[in-house]
């Protein structure tokens, strides 16, 4: 049962536009998401998260958006650069309960020149 | 700073050995974490530390034994494995319980790439 779906495998964006990753969950009792960019054969690095109790968190080019009752987030990169060609993953977690994150399946960005 | 140190970077190991992976942060966080990510699949949790004990094992196999001698200190410890258990090994910590809550920003090392032949 797969509670965090990126529905997009690959993205393609042209330097200079916007990115806009998206993923959507299942699980009610998710209250924390984050956003990590990752290159082959590397760590996943953290980009940015939110908390249930916001809908919009912005730190320089990105911003993630929060739709509690879609349960759908979004990851908008502006402007994408070419550094930005990574898979990114959005990962869930219920801070309550337990110390785990669950992972999405990953988005391949491709930012173009 | 947010560094999360693992080593070996590479490993190649016959299924009748044993090696350890090592995985190091000193950003006082209390909560470590082993993953396991095969290709163009997301991560996937083996093991918790909370305070220096384990706290969650998603059944993982009993080849796979972790040890955490410290609160910045977690080990892997890896004996007779199968050629399936080839993937990338990764490390993350985060601050762990506070404010009734797991703050878990997790930070991951950058991982121990395994090959068992």
């Known amino acids: 049962d797969q509670q965090v779906k990126q529905n997009s495998p690959s993205l393609s964006v042209q330097e200079g536009r916007i990115s806009i990753l998206n993923c959507d969950y299942t699980n009610s009792m998710f209250d924390y998401f984050l956003w990590y960019k990752k290159y082959p054969a590397e760590g996943p690095t953290f980009l940015i998260s939110i908390s249930s109790i916001k809908d919009k968190n912005e730190d320089g080019r990105f911003t993630v958006f929060l739709n509690k009752s879609a349960k759908h987030l979004s990851l908008h990169i502006v402007p994408s650069q070419p550094g930005d060609s990574a898979v990114y993953f959005c990962a869930a977690s219920d801070t309550g309960t337990a110390s785990k994150l669950t992972f999405g399946t990953g988005t391949r960005l491709q930012v173009t020149l | 700073d947010t560094e999360v140190t693992q080593t070996p970077k590479h490993l190649v190991m016959g299924m009748t050995n044993k090696k350890s992976l090592k995985c190091e942060q000193h950003m006082g966080h209390r909560a470590m974490y082993w993953y396991k990510q095969k290709a163009k699949k997301p991560p996937e949790l083996m093991f918790v530390?909370?305070?220096?004990?384990l706290s969650i094992n998603e059944s993982v196999p009993s080849r796979f034994s972790p040890e955490c001698p410290n609160s910045s200190l977690l080990n892997l410890h890896l004996h007779a494995l199968q050629p399936e258990d080839s993937a990338l090994y990764l490390c993350?910590?985060?601050?762990?319980w506070g404010r009734g809550k797991y703050t878990d920003t997790q930070y991951f090392g950058p991982g121990t790439r395994l090959t068992v032949l």
């Open positions: 530390y909370s305070y220096e004990k």
């Open positions: 993350a910590s985060s601050q762990g």
